[in-house]
Antibody, heavy 124, light 110 residues
Framework: QLQLQESGPGLVKPSETLSLTCTVS??????????WGWIRQPPGKGLEWIGS???????YYNPSLKSRVTISVDTSKNQFSLKLSSVTAADTAVYYC????????????????WGQGTLVTVSS | QSVLTQPPSVSGAPGQRVTISCTGS?????????VHWYQQLPGTAPKLLIY???NRPSGVPDRFSGSKSGTSASLAITGLQAEDEADYYC??????????FGGGTKLTVL
């Protein structure tokens, strides 16, 4: 059974870089059948797709975050990571990692399963 | 403001049928892209409920069904149960914005 687990600092200072890692267990991140994504949810608000990555390293980012986001993959550790630079209070959210499914890369992908999420607070 | 529009809330009594709409545009749902639905119970991560407009993953009760027409999609829940009280989100692909979610709908079981 595939499981995903987010890890990283729960508190980040404004203007600094948020860094999170998602560890995948129970399956290989190098599978050509799946993709890997980051989604966030501000407290009391809805879901926002941040970006997705294929095991080869190909990435797609939310245009509204593209200038600040970097997603990378480490197949040797079965992990993928998120970096969000120049954070502000508006970046305070629960950050989820999830497996992307579907026949086409990015298009018509759905996310299943999801990690439990990790709350990241941006505050000085 | 979400690209996919959902009603903020819906409610129904146990045993009733409720529907949740997800309205998009010609650059996402109307372009033929699939719609997926997630259920988020309080304090938990979203869980896949429907994929590819109308497909249920293993383990999801057949009380949940999805449909799509034109620029909109709908999630229907029949035989409403107290345990269905949760937030529901639709998701699709947008030709400009890529991955997009609806704003979410809070279902209250009366």
């Amino acid at each position: 059974q595939l499981q995903l687990q987010e890890s990283g600092p729960g508190l980040v200072k404004p203007s600094e870089t948020l860094s999170l890692t998602c560890t995948v267990s129970g399956g290989s991140i190098s599978s050509s059948s799946y993709y890997w994504g980051w989604i966030r949810q501000p407290p009391g608000k809805g879901l926002e797709w941040i970006g997705s990555i294929y095991y080869s390293g190909s990435t797609y980012y939310n245009p509204s975050l593209k200038s600040r986001v970097t997603i990378s993959v480490d197949t040797s550790k079965n992990q993928f990571s998120l970096k969000l630079s120049s954070v502000t209070a508006a970046d305070t959210a629960v950050y989820y990692c999830a497996r992307g499914c579907g026949q086409q890369w990015l298009i018509d992908n759905w996310f299943d399963p999801w990690g439990q999420g990790t709350l990241v607070t941006v505050s000085s | 403001q979400s690209v996919l529009t959902q009603p903020p809330s819906v409610s129904g009594a146990p045993g009733q049928r409720v529907t949740i709409s997800c309205t998009g545009s010609s650059s996402n749902i109307g372009a033929g892209y699939d719609v997926h639905w997630y259920q988020q119970l309080p304090g938990t991560a979203p869980k896949l409920l429907i994929y590819g407009n109308s497909n249920r993953p293993s383990g999801v009760p057949d009380r949940f069904s999805g449909s799509k027409s034109g620029t909109s999609a709908s999630l229907a829940i029949t035989g409403l149960q107290a345990e269905d009280e949760a937030d529901y989100y639709c998701q699709s692909y947008d030709s400009s914005l890529k991955g997009v979610f609806g704003g979410g709908t809070k279902l209250t079981v009366l």
